[in-house]
């Protein structure tokens, strides 16, 4: 959105605001600034440029064209400057451009310095209108009349044709539809001014319109097809207007802007759309067939030739503008080649609607046309200004190219939309800010911003919502707007900490998304399979029996003839073409659905088939990349073993869980996590005949997590919070010795049941076999940390829990102290 400085002015008396709060204030009220311009629409304006007097014009020789002139300039001073141009002479009085001014030269603004022209001295410029960029003549130099008396300063003697404005490039947030025009702007900062500097005597000043009356009747009506896509259509006649070029101020702001000008009437439209927000289109009255004007939807694969002479096919979507016969214009977005205001136009008709976004978003978006009116009507327009934006136009129209009303404002309002109305507690804002808004500084505030206040019931308010403001909906929405203008630095801290705990689970989806995101980060890559496959691999490597197989009735291709069972074989050929393309380390996973027949005869599809959601996971390779610092080692199963065990304890809360050893048809070394009785993963090394057949020759790890299963517990496991230890733990190291057969999760449940309420950790960090010992005995060195909640562990104390430990070891699985 751009703003300029010198309209914001005009909405606010008396204006007291320096540039410097303007830009503070419109970044604290959330219309954050991208760029200031300081723009002039003659760069330089003219400084350094005066009028003088050619006192002496003398020819180069070796020249045909060049000439040494003497001009007077005043103040006793005379410049030598050479010139060209072939209506130079004695007595006249010209335009100098001295040194340090820009002129415009080959297109281009330079910035004038003295310099030798064929062995002459050159000290400035006899300049050209378009030199000068006051015009686009450069038949010759500019002469001025004789009265205009030397020494003037161009800035003063051309001051009407100089224009200077600051112009801010705001990011406007979809949200805020009320701050696409100046208007809207303009309101915040006047609301933000007033409150931030007490400023009382300010006033806000809505730009002036006149009463609507026809000195004629030209026929015209307007039929809506479609209300849900057009509520309100409204227009109006004005018959003789005079289409010509615009005066210069509106030329002015129009370039300012980056805008175009066209014609006086089209560029009053533009202007109307900047000041005020609501777009407007105005067509030619005489190509409007029928005098009907009718909002509707055309058929599909309609041709229309659009404004910039492009011809595109309509789709069914499209909402149009037609008369009678054809169509005229696409609504909201752009007008038609054929139906638009020319220097030839003698009557005119101002278009004022209401456009629902969505049609106008889902057009823009469909043929790529993105105009400023589009810009508007995407994000939603005031529906209750559109008769005064009309009689705006019309005071501008009949200014800048005469005419008479020819018209009431006519409307079809085929659906009434009606202001939002907010009832709301200030002590409830109050309490969510951290704020102290008295009543009356809310209300002023919220009068400033053009909410209509209904009732005013103690600490309970009712206001209605300025249309404009269609974000606004519920009371969190007005906080925002108090504090807003108030500002957020006003917000007084506060020593009381407060802390929001999730009051819900998220949902299965948003759950699966965590996970997800988790494994990224742990440097996983998502991947996504088919879940169709071949059934070659599952007859060579069956998963289960033939029956629960669910086949493909009419197969596209033999290559996706059943649905997956295992999510397993999909990895392993993304693995393959990975590692053939020389990725050697590789993390993957993917979340998907495997499906089995259950039974065969039954009826019901959810008894006859099994849908299950797995989320699997596949390692090979690496651990971390080549490094000079760290060892290169190989992937085991104890990596995946921790990636799983690391998802289920921040899934489950830290709650223990078992594991236990299984057979499975695709894994050696295989086990399973369980958790109640209840199955949360199964994890393994993809055995080696499956890998040669996939053609790969290093590990593979994989697990599956059941992710149906894991929710349940999920959704019923409560969040613990804990206060941390205030007492110091206590570590002491065993070193064991134990036969071959006995696994750590034996022994760490032995430790674990024999003292159960002083173990924080048991941790296992050495294995050792070999020299020195049996060959059916292995060595743990393991750790284990006390911890009491009440008091310090006394030496004592420990010694007895570690006595303790070691005879229930000795007692129940035969293990011994290493010696």
């Not at 999760?745 to 032995?750: A, I, L, R």
């Amino acid at each position: 959105m751009i703003v300029s400085l010198n309209l914001i002015k005009q909405f606010i008396n008396p204006w007291q605001v320096s540039n410097e709060e303007v830009y503070d204030i419109l970044n604290s009220v959330g219309l954050e600034v991208e760029q200031e311009i300081e723009y002039e629409n003659i760069p330089g304006l003219l400084n350094h440029i005066v009028v003088g007097e050619v006192s002496s014009v003398e020819k180069i020789e070796g020249t045909d064209h060049l000439h040494k002139t003497l001009v007077n300039i005043g103040n006793g001073l005379t410049k030598t400057i050479v010139c060209g141009a072939p209506n130079v002479a004695i007595g006249q009085k010209v335009v100098v451009a001295l040194d340090g001014a820009l002129v415009k030269i080959n297109n281009e603004w330079i910035k004038l310095k003295k310099t030798k022209i064929r062995g002459v001295q050159s000290e400035g410029m006899i300049c050209a209108e378009d030199e000068l960029g006051i015009g686009e003549s450069h038949e010759g130099i500019l002469v001025l009349p004789n009265n205009i008396p030397i020494g003037e300063k161009a800035n003063l003697l051309f001051k009407d044709l100089l224009y200077q404005d600051l112009i801010y490039q705001i990011a406007l947030t979809p949200n805020r539809a009320d701050a696409a025009s100046h208007l809207g702007v303009a309101r915040d900062i006047y609301a933000a001014f007033k409150q931030r500097y007490q400023q009382k005597e300010m006033i806000f000043i809505t730009p002036e319109v006149i009463d609507i009356k026809p000195s004629k009747y030209l026929p015209i009506s307007i039929e809506i097809k479609n209300p849900e896509a057009c509520p309100k259509y409204c227009g109006i006649v004005i018959d003789n207007v005079k289409v010509k070029d615009s005066p210069s101020w509106l030329k002015n702001y129009l370039n300012a802007w980056g805008m175009k000008s066209i014609n006086n009437i089209v560029d009053i439209s533009q202007y109307i759309m900047m000041e005020i927000g609501q777009p407007l289109h105005i067509f030619d009255y005489d190509k409007i067939i029928g005098n009907k004007l009718i909002i509707k939807n055309v058929e599909k694969g309609t041709k229309f030739k659009f404004l910039d002479g492009i011809e595109r096919e309509l789709s069914e979507g499209d909402l149009m503008i037609c008369n009678t016969d054809e169509p005229m214009c696409m609504a909201g977005i752009m007008g038609g080649m054929y139906s638009g205001v020319t220097y030839t136009t003698k009557s005119i008709f101002i278009e004022s609607a209401y456009f629902d976004p969505t049609y106008i978003r889902r057009s823009a978006r469909r043929h790529n046309l993105h105009t400023e009116a589009a810009y508007r009507y995407e994000r939603g327009v005031d529906y209750s200004i559109l008769e005064y934006a009309i009689k705006r136009a019309a005071k501008l129209i009949l200014e800048v190219a005469g005419g008479e009303i020819a018209s009431d404002i006519v409307c079809d309002i085929a659906k009434l939309i009606k202001p939002t109305i907010i009832t709301f507690s200030l002590n409830n804002i109050n309490k969510f800010l951290s704020t102290n808004i008295i009543k009356d500084n809310a209300k002023r505030i919220l009068h400033d911003l053009n909410f209509n206040l209904l009732d005013d019931d103690g600490d309970i308010l009712t206001v209605e919502v300025p249309m404009a403001k269609v974000d606004v909906k519920q009371s969190v929405d007005i906080a925002e707007e108090l504090i807003r203008i108030i500002g957020f630095d006003k917000i007084e801290s506060s020593k009381r900490a407060n802390f929001f705990m999730q009051p819900y689970k998220p949902s299965f989806h948003s759950f699966i998304y965590n996970l997800s995101i988790k494994l990224k980060a742990e440097g996983f890559t998502e991947i996504m399979n088919n879940s169709m496959e071949s059934d070659k691999v599952y007859n060579k490597f069956p998963f289960f029996a033939d029956e629960q197989y669910i086949k493909v009735l009419n197969p596209i291709s033999n290559e996706l003839n059943i649905l997956r069972p295992s999510l397993m074989f999909g990895g392993l050929k993304t693995l393959i073409y990975n590692l053939n393309r020389k990725q050697k380390n590789l993390f993957l996973f993917e979340v998907g659905k495997v499906y089995k027949r259950n039974k065969s005869d039954a009826i019901d599809v959810k008894e006859k088939f099994e849908e299950q959601l797995q989320l699997a996971i596949w390692m090979t390779g690496t651990l971390f990349p080549e490094n000079w610092k760290r060892p290169n080692d190989k992937i085991d199963l104890f990596d995946i073993k921790a990636i799983v065990e690391n998802i289920l304890k921040h899934t489950l809360n830290n709650n223990l869980h078992d594991i236990k050893e299984v057979e499975h048809n695709f894994l050696l070394n295989s086990f399973q996590f369980i958790y109640d009785n209840d199955v949360l993963s199964t994890v393994g090394e993809v055995r080696k005949d499956i890998l040669r057949y996939f053609d790969i020759q290093d590990q593979v790890f994989y697990a599956e997590i059941y992710l149906e299963t894991l929710y349940d517990l999920f959704k019923q496991n409560k969040i613990k919070y804990t206060e941390p230890n205030k007492f110091p733990i206590v570590r002491r190291d065993l070193s064991l010795l134990l036969n071959k057969n006995i696994t750590f999760k034996q022994v760490k449940d032995v430790i674990y049941e024999t003292v159960p309420k002083c173990i924080k950790a048991v941790n296992l960090f050495d294995v050792y076999e070999g020299k020195n010992l049996p060959d059916d005995k292995i060595s743990y060195a393991i750790s284990i940390i006390f911890e009491k909640k009440q008091a310090t562990f006394t030496d004592e104390e420990i010694d007895n829990l570690m006595k303790k430990i070691i005879e229930a070891l000795n007692s129940q699985l035969g293990i011994v102290l290493r010696g």
